[in-house]
């Protein structure tokens, strides 16, 4: 039998004293938002906090952080946007781009997951031999992003 929600939640987040962020310990996306089950079905973690915290999400609205955590459950730093307000938020953070451009860098999502000695530690365990889905397993991101890395379209400027 499945622990209560609240219990499984409370037990899946390490507070940030510094930020005050609550950020998600279990389960990740490739895009670094945590998850939980609830009643079977994959849910967004900072979603399912939002849902215990203040209750139903608007149909069609997006969970959106005051803190562009991705990783983040505090309820104080979550707020239910329509995507006209989502695609505000991300450009106001600068985390939009224009038609014909790819993400780089400290732009694309996987740059909250990886440091730049990562990156440098990819890049050399790769030239090394070793296969990009296991060093992608070790760093928790995907193949995908572990062969952007490699490639230089994303950390271009780490060297």
């Known amino acids: 039998m499945e622990r209560p929600l609240l219990e499984r939640f409370h037990k899946r987040y390490e507070v940030d004293t510094k930020t005050g962020c609550w950020n998600w310990t279990a389960h990740m996306t490739h895009h670094g938002y945590g998850f939980i089950r609830i009643n079977g079905k994959r849910t967004i973690a900072s979603r399912a906090s939002y849902m215990i915290h203040k209750g139903e999400i608007p149909e069609k609205y997006y969970v959106c952080h005051h803190c562009d ?3 983040c459950v505090n309820p104080e730093h ?65 193949q995908t992003a572990i062969s952007k890395i490699i490639l230089k379209k994303s950390y271009s400027e780490v060297s």
Do not use: W
């Open 69 to 71: 955590n991705p990783k």
């Open 78 to 142: 979550l707020f239910a946007g329509s995507p006209q307000e989502n695609q505000q938020d991300a450009k106001a953070k600068g985390r939009t781009k224009k038609r014909g451009q790819h993400m780089i860098g400290r732009t694309t999502p996987t740059c909250r997951k990886v440091s730049d000695e990562d990156v440098k530690q990819i890049r050399y365990r790769y030239k090394n031999g070793e296969a990009q889905t296991a060093i992608g397993k070790d760093f928790n991101v995907s």
